[in-house]
């Protein structure tokens, strides 16, 4: 091999090399882009999942407080004492 041809396979080389880490960065930036959006989805559920399990609670609550007022006003006449 002369040296024009390890110069040209060297070149070569080099260029693959770059071409390689250009698209491993394309790669990485894209998983971090995806992985921060995963984050932000998650984050929403987990706000909703709040919101409803207080809705739920709110709801049991206010359906104790009636049963308990309805036992109260209507004991004498369901049970005869």
């Known amino acids: 091999m002369s040296d024009d041809e390890i110069r040209q396979l060297l070149r070569e ?3 693959a090399q ?5 698209e491993y960065r394309r790669v990485t930036e894209r998983s971090l882009e995806l992985q921060q959006r995963a984050v932000e989805r998650q984050e929403q559920l ?4 709040r ?4 809705g739920v609670g709110v709801i049991v609550a206010l359906l104790l407080v009636l049963l ?9 006449h369901l049970f005869g004492f």
């Open 46 to 49: 987990s706000q909703l999942y």
């Open 51 to 54: 919101r409803r399990t207080a």
């Open 68 to 76: 308990v007022y309805l036992l109260v006003k209507w004991w004498r």
């Open 18 to 22: 770059r071409e390689q880490l250009a």
């Open 13 to 15: 080389i080099r260029d």
